[in-house]
């Protein structure tokens, strides 16, 4: 196979800005886009190519923004257009670029479209979104068919004025667009994407890129048998027209040259997603997996108990996501976090105290070493843990987390066993824990802002936060730092090498080579909170081998310390 030339998004490193909870510039509890504006050169000093901003827009905020009221307009308590040109410049100011979140599956209910098409059953708009008849059984009326929301509940919501349902896969506040029609998808190219790319954004990371052909809508089969509403993704994901809506959407990204990366949930065939992102489909440059994030997560996400996985599962997700460019013109993501993921310290290594700096070393080394784009979630470069349990249910703000609590209420009819296993797999994995305002120093409300954060600020910003970790030599912001500059420095090994998982059943310690034409590096990672002694596997045991990097100072010649990570380069 030849190979493909080398674009500018393969080797760069994405940091994803949360709006609400980066930064407050003007006292009101709330992150602000000048307070972004302010943080540039901090971001820039990580050694970051491209920020992603999470939505911006107009928005009731039902779901932080991800329910959009108008694509062409911003969220005003984050600021205005205006606020955001000046944000467009001053990145490309500082050599680096910036990609917006395009959510065009579905819109807010209170987007002017949908108060059309919801207006009467012959509005022109109509068909511009989900609409269809309820079903009757045994008299009674029932939604169309028995898929469950993302967010818990029927996926059908039923409209007096006009005596039918419409669909929201998530929220009943996020109706879903109709891409089958062709006026729906020109008005989305222009309102979401030309607006913004005129405006100079170098691309989106496309929110629920799977989502847009439904199919035909038939019942989900039963996995749930307690719930009248069944698990349907697989169904209304990768629906059938799904490659014609990308390769239409592709014809406008393509006069920008704008870069995309999907999110990708429910798609476990590899085939699949090779078809989204193999270079010659002209698709979308990228997506995000969910196997990584999704380990030890229940049927329905938080129905399960903390760390309820294996490393070997761990190993093999990672694995999966690498192996995606083997061998063809693909591209893959590395990434362990984001919005929508509780912290990477907490769930993958241990957010004890002794521990922490070492977990988000261990992890910065290893998401350094694997290939494809990288992208960081703010806070994680500072080795960011979970809120603890002790914090109240009221510190919960997302709907995922309290329709999931209520659930729970409703069916055990509050057996506090039951709610107490309910809020300690919130604990872990709520998305919460990612929308915390960022901890930038020690100061009140973690510095974030003068005022009392729309979210509470954690306790332990007195001993994390960006502030202090960038004068000190031995935080995980310096050792992130290093080693975004090796990756850089090696992109051929790190960025586009070949992945190899050399101790596939190992409980205790994670090692891979990467491999580049005659080059070859070995990364070998202890997942453990005890010493493992150092084996270097046969595979590799007759080549010399050099230390590049170590997640420790001084590390010892025959032992990993607790959650050490180190890089070899080995002769051939
Ligand atoms: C994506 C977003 C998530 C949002 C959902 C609905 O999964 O990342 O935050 O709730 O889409 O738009
Ligand atoms: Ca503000």
Redesign the pocket.
């Known amino acids: 196979m030849t190979i493909p030339k080398r674009m500018w998004w393969q080797n760069s490193s994405v940091y994803q800005i949360y709006p609400a909870s980066f930064k407050d510039s003007n006292g009101d509890g709330v992150g602000d886009i000048p307070g972004i504006i302010s943080e540039l050169d901090y971001i820039q000093s990580i050694g970051v190519d491209v920020i992603w901003i999470?939505p911006m827009y107009d928005s009731p905020q039902v779901?932080?923004g991800?329910?959009v009221r108008d694509y062409e307009d911003v969220y005003r308590p984050y600021g205005t257009v205006q606020d955001m040109e000046v944000l467009i410049e001053q990145t490309h100011a500082r050599g680096m670029k910036i990609i917006l979140?395009l959510?065009v599956?579905?819109t807010s209910d209170q987007h002017k479209w949908f108060l059309e098409s919801r207006s009467s059953k012959n509005n022109p708009k109509r068909d511009w979104y989900i609409w269809r008849p309820a079903r009757y059984v045994d008299g009674q009326r029932k939604p169309p068919n028995n898929w469950i929301g993302?967010?818990g509940g029927s996926c059908w919501e039923w409209d007096e004025h006009t005596q039918e349902y419409y669909l929201h896969?998530?929220c009943p506040e996020?109706p879903d667009l109709n891409w089958e029609n062709s006026a729906t998808r020109q008005a989305i190219y222009d309102s979401a994407m030309e607006f913004w790319l005129q405006r100079g954004v170098d691309g989106f990371r496309v929110?629920?890129v799977n989502m847009y052909s439904k199919g035909d809508m038939v019942d989900a089969p039963i996995t749930d048998p307690k719930s009248e509403w069944q698990f349907a993704g697989f169904q209304y994901c990768n629906g059938p027209r799904m490659h014609e809506f990308l390769s239409e959407m592709n014809q406008v990204l393509q006069k920008y040259d704008a870069m995309t990366v999907g999110?990708c949930?429910h798609t476990p065939d590899m085939a699949k997603v090779l078809k989204y992102v193999s270079r010659k489909e002209k698709q979308l440059n990228m997506v995000f997996q969910f196997d990584v994030v999704d380990i030890g997560q229940g049927p329905y996400k938080f129905q399960t108990t903390p760390f309820n996985w294996g490393l070997p599962q761990f190993k093999h997700a990672i694995e999966t996501t690498q192996n995606l460019i083997r061998g063809n013109d693909g591209w893959t993501t590395v990434f362990l976090e984001?919005?929508?993921q509780s912290r990477s310290v907490s769930r993958f290594t241990s957010d004890a105290p002794q521990h922490r700096v070492a977990g988000g070393k261990l992890l910065s080394l290893m998401m350094s070493a694997l290939s494809g784009t990288m992208f960081i979630y703010q806070g994680q470069e500072l080795g960011m843990v979970n809120f603890p349990m002790e914090w109240s249910m009221d510190e919960y703000k997302d709907v995922?987390s309290s329709n999931y609590y209520k659930m729970v209420a409703d069916r055990s009819h509050n057996d506090p066993k039951e709610m107490h296993v309910a809020k300690t797999s919130l604990q872990h994995l709520a998305?919460d824990h990612a929308r915390v305002p960022m901890s930038w120093s020690d100061a009140p409300n973690a510095g974030f802002s003068a005022a009392k954060p729309w979210m509470r600020a954690l306790d332990d910003a007195a001993i994390c936060n960006a502030k202090q970790q960038q004068s000190d030599k031995s935080s995980v912001l310096s050792f992130w730092k290093r080693m975004l500059q090796l990756r850089k420095q090696y992109s051929d090994l790190f960025v586009f090498g070949e992945f190899d998982l050399l101790d596939k059943s190992n409980l205790e310690v994670f090692t891979f080579t990467k491999t580049w034409q005659n080059k070859k590096a070995l990364v070998v990672l202890n997942f453990t909170a005890e010493e493992q002694k150092l084996v270097y596997p046969t595979e590799v045991r007759s080549q010399k081998s050099e230390l590049l990097v170590s997640t420790l100072d001084t590390p010892a010649s025959d032992k990993l310390a607790a959650y050490e990570g180190r890089i070899f380069m080995l002769e051939s």
């Open positions: 999470c779901d932080m991800y329910d979140d959510v599956n579905h993302n967010f896969l998530f996020q929110d629920t999110e949930p984001n919005h929508d995922d998305r």
